[in-house]
């Protein structure tokens, strides 16, 4: 079965500093990627996803993530963080076959310090 | 834009209550999903429909049953509620995939969640 580890459930940076979110998953077959931000109280919404079209996908808000094949990764980054950044992050993997829903890793929770 | 809504952010019920949670997506839809998200854990897949009265079990099913009357609405049910689901509950759509499975196809959009307690 297709899983999604995300490393570290915390994360804490500094204004201005480099985010780094990691995320990999297994599969024998590359999959359908995405990094999903959750707000509090809030829904889940899409930051960017993976379809095969390119290795190094950007999505809102300065976030991108590079989808590596070798390493099973699909880590996802932000060259300086900024306050608002503060949320939970989610990556998830859709496989084209088996079954229609995504299967989510445990969140990783991003703190931004001033 | 894709919306999808959800009856109450905020709900608080009893044990051994029937509750509804429902569910309305405004995009034509054929996929609907519930799930549930604790601390830790993530977002944990309840049921999906993939159709009129069509649904399929997720990873934890038990305690929950599901109805999709109508295309565009999908609800979860709470047969007899217990403390251990008190959770957050978000409900999701997708379309199906297009004839040139498109990039788009397996995007799931989601509403804003209820937040169920269980006193």
């Known amino acids: 079965a297709q899983s999604v580890t995300q490393l570290g459930s915390h994360v804490s940076v500094s204004e201005g500093a480099l985010v780094l979110l990691r995320c990999n998953y297994s599969s024998s077959v590359p999959p359908y990627l995405f990094w999903y931000v959750q707000y509090p109280n809030q829904g889940l919404q899409l930051l960017l996803k993976y379809t095969s079209a390119a290795t190094l996908v950007k999505g809102i808000n300065g976030f991108e993530a590079e989808f590596k094949k070798s390493e099973t990764s699909f880590h996802l980054t932000k060259p300086s963080a900024h306050m608002s950044d503060a949320a939970e992050y989610f990556c998830?993997?859709?496989?084209?076959?088996?079954?229609?829903?995504?299967?989510f890793g445990s969140g990783t929770r991003l703190q931004v310090q001033p | 834009d894709v919306k999808v809504t959800q009856s109450s952010r905020y709900l608080v019920k009893r044990t051994g209550e029937k509750v509804f949670l429902e569910c309305v997506q405004d995009?034509?839809?054929?996929?609907m999903f519930w799930y549930r998200q604790d601390p830790g854990l993530g977002l944990r897949l309840i049921y999906f429909?993939?159709?009129?009265?069509?649904?399929e079990k997720g990873d934890i099913p038990e305690g929950y049953s599901v109805s999709r009357e109508k295309k565009e609405r999908f609800s979860l049910i709470l047969e007899s509620a217990s403390t251990n689901q008190t959770s957050m509950y978000l409900c999701?759509?997708?379309?199906?995939?297009?004839?040139?499975?498109?990039?788009?196809?397996?995007?799931?959009?989601f509403g804003p969640g209820t937040r169920l307690t269980v006193t």
């Open positions: 429909s993939y159709d009129v009265k069509m649904k």
């Open positions: 998830a993997v859709h496989k084209y076959t088996g079954r229609r829903a995504l299967t």
């Open positions: 995009m034509d839809h054929e996929n």
């Open positions: 999701a759509s997708r379309p199906n995939p297009g004839l040139a499975g498109g990039e788009s196809s397996y995007e799931q959009y």
